[in-house]
């Protein structure tokens, strides 16, 4: 009961309880972030199955991650732990991964749970389309794989992502549901959303710092204000059980253990 409790407050640090938001508004900082997101691609470049504190740099790296709400140091230890052997048996074809269709269904059940505004829910061509864009900004660690071993002109995408891919990429749809209005419509046509160049500056990657006008743009947007809110009222109105649930899914969706 202790580790899924500690698991629940590792989940909700995520993006979900806001414990500790993230600061990035001097230039000393958006430089520091900047080099933790070229980390995370040095990382996965490095992680090989044969080292496997290599795994445990990797997850460490995805585990602090800058994003719109950081994950305090103390309560990353256990998850880290649980997300490292879950990576490695997945890549020694012994654990299952975690499809978009299962990040979407848990997303959404997040925000119903949370009573969350119906913006907050997601869909599958928003997830694909932040997926496909993750992949641009780190080709390594959200490139591979998307393909499939036997890639083909004209394949479909895999489906299938790894459990760090899937961690990563929940807690940049998180931090795009908070401050980028593009991904606050989910009735905006995907084509558009991938290709318009402006909303992928906007789109704050990875809760990358943003340039002068997409910081105008997130003040002056009232869904920000409104999402921060209702994640608060909504962490706020949890019960034990409540907590428990979400963690058990969300552990189930990733194959941790």
């Avoid at 879950?86 to 012994?94: C, D, K, L, N, T």
């Avoid at 046509?189 to 909303?199: G, I």
């Avoid at 949890?238 to 253990?257: K, P, R, S």
């Amino acid at each position: 009961m202790r580790q899924i409790v500690r698991g629940t407050v590792t989940l909700l640090a995520l993006g979900v309880c806001a414990l500790v938001e993230a600061q990035s508004t001097s230039n000393s900082g958006a430089t520091t972030m900047s080099s933790r997101y070229q980390q995370l691609e040095i990382a996965a470049r490095s992680a090989d199955l044969r080292s496997p504190s290599s795994i445990d740099d990797l997850t460490h790296s995805v585990v602090t991650c800058p994003h719109v709400f950081a994950l305090p140091a103390p309560l990353s230890q256990s998850l880290e732990q649980r997300l490292s052997r879950a990576e490695i048996s997945y890549r020694e074809g012994r654990g299952r991964g975690v499809t978009e269709h299962q990040l979407v269904e848990f997303l959404n059940s997040l925000a119903q749970k949370l009573n969350l505004p119906d913006y907050a829910k997601t869909t599958p061509a928003q997830l694909r389309v932040l997926r496909m864009t993750s992949a641009t900004q780190w080709p390594v660690l959200m490139g591979t794989g998307l393909s499939g071993p036997k890639a083909h002109v004209g394949s479909t995408v895999n489906e299938t992502m790894s459990p760090l891919q899937a961690m990563h990429l929940l807690g940049l749809m998180i931090d795009q549901k908070i401050v980028n209005p593009m991904y606050q419509d989910t009735t905006a046509d995907p084509d558009v959303l991938f290709s318009n160049d402006q909303s992928l500056k906007k789109a704050d990657v990875g809760g990358a710092p943003q340039s002068h006008a997409a910081r105008v743009e997130v003040r002056h947007n009232p869904k920000h204000a409104e999402m921060r809110s209702a994640i608060s009222a909504g962490a706020e109105s949890m019960t034990i059980q409540d907590a428990i649930d979400i963690v058990d899914q969300a552990l189930d969706t990733m194959g941790i253990n």
